[in-house]
Nanobody, 123 residues
């Protein structure tokens, strides 16, 4: 299983970016997908996640500015980021909580992570 993230870059404060993350490989089903971020000198924190049923969860700091969505047919999650602030500068990591099928037909649930994409917001 691989997660390929894209869409990071440099933007001025108040601007917008859209991140994408596509999961590929021997996936049986995806339970949830989402985004974490890690700023320099800080711990990784949850930004937003979304279940297979479409339920969403956001960090308080991004509510009203960021929107998470997913395309189940494409195994892809998106993060639309509006009204960006310098405090949003971080490496953004996508993740997927998903099931794979192993030998003997056993289903296994694991978390998988993308490679990270840098978002820089200038003031």
């Amino acid at each position: 299983v691989q997660l390929q993230a894209s869409g990071g870059g440099l933007v001025q404060a108040g601007g917008s970016l859209r991140l994408s993350c596509a999961a590929s490989g021997s996936i049986f089903s995806i339970n949830a997908m989402g985004w974490y971020r890690q700023a320099p000198g800080k711990q990784r924190e949850l930004v937003a996640d979304i279940t297979s049923g479409g339920s969403t969860n956001y960090a308080d700091s991004v509510k009203g500015r960021f929107t998470i969505s997913r395309d189940n047919a494409k195994n892809t999650v998106y993060l639309q980021m509006n009204s960006l602030e310098p405090e949003d500068t971080a490496v953004y990591y996508c993740y997927a909580d998903l099931d794979t099928i192993h030998g003997g037909g056993m289903k296994r649930r694991d978390d998988y992570w993308g490679q990270g994409t840098l978002v820089t917001v200038s003031s």
